[in-house]
Nanobody, 117 residues
Framework: QVQLVESGGGLVQAGGSLRLSCAASGSIFSVSVNAMGWYRQAPGKQRELVALIIRDGSANYADSVKGRFTISRDNFKNTVYLQMNSLKPEDTAVYYC?????????WGKGTLVTVSS
């Protein structure tokens, strides 16, 4: 079993920055990781993709965060990061970490990001 623990959420003013971290542990060495990334879910809305980094290191971003957010990973630490700059109130959501391995998706419990105007 793989466990994901997110950290780094909090309250920030519009225009500010936050850095989210997601550390993978457990049976991480027994799975072949295809991708790690971040989703978010705002109140009353569906969960949506924010950013994904796949095995070859390439990254995909939602249009709404391109140019503001950067995803990165540290393979040695089994950790993925999301640097969020120029935050907007509409970025307010619970951010969830995802690890995709084979036909399995593992999720973290989420970390709340609140951006005040």
């Amino acid at each position: 079993q793989v466990q994901l623990v997110e950290s780094g959420g909090g309250l920030v003013q519009a225009g500010g920055s936050l850095r989210l971290s997601c550390a993978a542990s457990g049976s991480i060495f027994s799975v072949s990781v295809n991708a790690m990334g971040w989703y978010r879910q705002a109140p009353g809305k569906q969960r949506e993709l924010v950013a994904l980094i796949i095995r070859d290191g390439s990254a995909n971003y939602a249009d709404s965060v391109k140019g503001r957010f950067t995803i990165s990973r540290d393979n040695f630490k089994n950790t993925v990061y999301l640097q969020m700059n120029s935050l907007k109130p509409e970025d307010t959501a619970v951010y969830y970490c995802l690890l995709g391995a084979g036909d399995m998706n593992y999720w973290g419990k989420g970390t709340l990001v609140t951006v005040s105007s």
